[in-house]
């Protein structure tokens, strides 16, 4: 049985000035999937990424959002507001540079996704700080920021995307500042809090070796979409 999509855009444009950064895309992606999206810089992957998280809006086409729980929304046209609220309520991220607050403890930076929903501290630090351990971070939990190493960051930025259980979780060159040991260890803990509890990762990346262990890649060029694989076909060297 095909699993049901969770995002179907269709059409999508993007324009900055005379440039066209994304140009009739349409693309589905559907539950459980891990997809990469991969292209050369200035190719419109990292648009693709933000229109579809809600973070910028398109110019034109559709994205609706089906995720358990909730109707089908479509999410061009909607206020800064409203998308706000969607990337709080469904949507998980994880940037390359973790964008974790130095100010705050490992648990906390973990927890904020719950507190800013309204769940007591006490609760959202509690559940953070079962993510951590799941994610090999026990005994951190105090540790401010600067304290962990980046690769340690890197999986609390993993637990904070996914202590709201959202369902799709968007992820921006996630390994790109790590070195390729540190970056397999972080990979791995990315895919087991995603798509190894049944939820969707949508990826952006320029390492070939870290795209081939997504189940799909999408290839972006000059706003298009330009090839749509399963990671099998495309692994290795066969995907630089």
């Known amino acids: 049985m095909t699993p049901s999509p969770v995002l179907t855009a269709t059409g999508l444009v993007k324009q900055y000035g005379a440039l066209r950064a994304l140009d009739g895309v349409s693309l589905t992606i559907r539950a459980g999937e891990s997809v990469a999206v991969m292209g050369a810089s200035g190719s419109g992957k990292t648009t693709l990424l933000q229109c579809l998280a809600a973070v910028i809006a398109p110019d034109g086409g559709s994205i609706v959002l089906t995720v358990p729980g909730v109707a089908p929304r479509e999410l061009v046209g909607l206020s800064e507001g409203d998308r706000a609220r969607i990337r709080r309520d469904s949507l998980g991220f994880v940037f390359q540079e973790h964008l974790l607050l130095p100010e705050l403890t490992a648990v906390e ?132």
């Open 109 to 240: 930076n973990a927890a904020l996704p719950l507190l800013l929903k309204g769940v007591r501290r006490q609760d959202a630090e509690r559940h953070a700080a079962a993510w951590m351990a799941t994610l090999g971070l026990a005994g951190l939990e105090t540790r401010r920021i600067g304290q962990l190493s980046g690769g340690q960051a890197q999986r609390v930025a993993i637990a904070r995307a996914q202590v709201t259980g959202a369902p799709v979780v968007f992820a921006d060159e996630p390994t790109g500042a790590l070195d390729s040991a540190t970056s397999a260890e972080v990979l791995d803990a990315l895919l087991f809090a995603t798509t190894g509890q049944g939820r969707t990762l949508v990826m952006v990346t320029h390492d070939a070796d870290v795209a081939a262990r997504c189940s799909r890649i999408v290839r972006v060029s000059d706003g298009r979409i330009v090839a749509d694989s399963a990671a099998a076909s495309l692994s290795s060297g066969g995907a630089r």
